[in-house]
């Protein structure tokens, strides 16, 4: 094989690789910005209702909350790569054909784990901006329900 004919392989491949790329980060933007926006929303009204908790602390209503929006992205993970797989099954199986699979399942690892990183860093980052709010309706619950306080220790 020439020079030219390894050059312009490579510039093919380069290009495929671009391509699907594209293809998948469009996918994602189009799919799943709206799933975290939603999951987002939710955690949101949740510390929301949490801060006006009447019959627990709010700040063990958060944390639970909180507990449950991560097991939810856990499990969100998994569907997101199953729609991704579904999605890109042309790519894939162009990737088998030109030997670079592993390379392709990899990149599609890394944007799936960006993603769900993302996702969990922003539910994080709520949590930090309801903080204050939350220790307030707290200190102000514990003092206006001594004995129900018994029975959630202040842990913070």
Known sequence: MSDTERQRLADMAKQLGEDLAADLDEFMRLRFEPVLDRYLDVLRGCLQAAVAAKE???????????????ENVAELKHKVASEVIAHMAEWLAMANEMGVRAVTDELLAQRIDDYITRLYLSGGELMLRYGDALIDADKAWRLSNPELALGFPNND
Request: charged letters at 20%; proline letters at 13%; aromatic letters at 20%.
């Open 56 to 70: 627990t602390p709010p700040i063990w209503t958060a944390r639970v909350d909180y507990e449950s929006f991560t």
